[in-house]
Each structure stands twice: as C-alpha cells, then as structure tokens.
C-alpha cells in the first residue's frame, strides 16, 4: 500500500498503520489514538505568528477539573497547503514557548560586581534599562563622521532580537532600536 505524506500525517501514525479511509479497519488505531495524551482533546486551528511564511498550526486543549484550559500539544496542520503538517525548528516549539516550566516569568539583576541574579520587579527592570539605555545613547551619539558627513547614529549600544520574536515584535524593536539611532542591530532566529 502507498501512504502519500499529506495522508500519513492526516490520520497520524496508528492510523496510517491499520487505516480504514485508506481501505483498512481503523478500530485498534482509534483506541490506539484514545489512549494517546490527546485523546478527548478539543482541537483548534491557528497560525504560527513567528514569520511570514504563515504556517497552519493545531492545538490540542483539555479543560482541567478547575476548570482551566490547559494546552496539550501544538502541531502542523497536515490540511494547510503551506506547511502540509510540518513546521520549522521555531514553530515546533511553540508549545514549549507557551508552557514550558523552564521559562523565567519575573526579571532578574545582576548588579555590577555580584556574583549572582536576584528577582526584581518590572518597573524597577524596565527604569534600569530605560536609564542605561539613555546613558549609553548620550555618551557615544555620533552627528558626524571623520569626513565631516552628517550621521546622527548610536555605536554605543547593540540590539540582538530573539527567536522568540513575532514578525510584529521584530518590526516593533526594529523601528525603536532605529528611531534610537542605532546601527548595530542583528537577529538570532536564522531560520
Ligand atoms: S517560524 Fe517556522 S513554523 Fe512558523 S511560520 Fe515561519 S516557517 Fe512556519
């Protein structure tokens, strides 16, 4: 029997094993599927929002006895016509991204000279970088280079984006690290 890709992630691996759509009883696949950590799972369908490629993206959610939801799995649509059921490193880690215990949900500092980090509040992180920020840009703000031609650029500070940007994140720091003057800008996300 042939199993075209598009047909295998459709109906999953169980199915794509004993599947009747493809002239197979599907009986033991489904228990097989009802078993799985997604069985009984409410299903939706969504985008990945990390680049413009526009990826289709399922997510598998239960409501817990508390009644919250609780996100099970994230994976690729199989009936998109873009992604056909597969997804780039970033996207198949949308899942961690949204409920991985690893993530740091509070700011840390390290003050100049300690050895560790501390948990700090947002308002104090976000008035410590505003004012290292405007430090920085004040005491290495370029109008003119050697040759006497106007630049007004910032070579004080550099700005490093993550893999964990939105397109709109990236646009977002992008025009304010530019409207700040500055020059060196890269990207992490090499995908
Ligand atoms: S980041 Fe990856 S999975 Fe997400 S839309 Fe772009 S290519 Fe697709």
């Given at each position: 029997m042939d199993v075209s890709r598009r047909q295998f992630l459709s109906i999953g691996p169980a199915g794509a094993l004993g599947g009747s759509a493809l002239g197979f009883d599907l009986t033991e696949s489904i228990r097989v599927k009802q078993r799985l950590r997604i069985g009984g799972s409410t299903v939706s369908h969504s985008l990945c929002p990390y680049c413009a490629v526009g990826c289709s993206l399922i997510a598998h959610t239960r409501k817990t006895a508390g009644g919250k939801t609780e996100l099970l799995q994230i994976e690729g649509d199989p009936d998109s016509p873009v992604n056909e059921g597969t997804?780039?490193?970033?996207?198949?880690?949308?899942?961690?991204?949204?409920?991985?215990?690893?993530?740091?949900?509070?700011?840390?500092?390290r003050a100049p000279g300690a050895t560790g980090w501390?948990?700090?509040s947002w308002e104090f992180a976000l008035d410590r970088l505003a004012r290292n920020i405007k430090a920085s840009r004040d005491a290495t703000f370029v109008t003119q280079d050697a040759?006497?031609?106007?630049?007004?650029?910032?070579?004080?500070?550099?700005?490093?984006?993550?893999?964990?940007?939105?397109?709109?994140?990236?646009?977002?720091?992008?025009?304010?690290?530019?409207?700040?003057?500055?020059?060196h800008l890269e990207q992490q996300a090499r995908v």
């Open positions: 997804l780039c490193p970033k996207g198949a880690t949308s899942l961690q991204l949204a409920v991985s215990r690893r993530r740091v949900p509070h700011p840390l500092y501390k948990q700090v040759d006497g031609n106007v630049v007004n650029r910032c070579e004080g500070i550099a700005f490093a984006g993550g893999a964990a940007f939105s397109s709109e994140e990236g646009y977002l720091a992008t025009k304010l690290m530019r409207g700040l003057g500055l020059v």
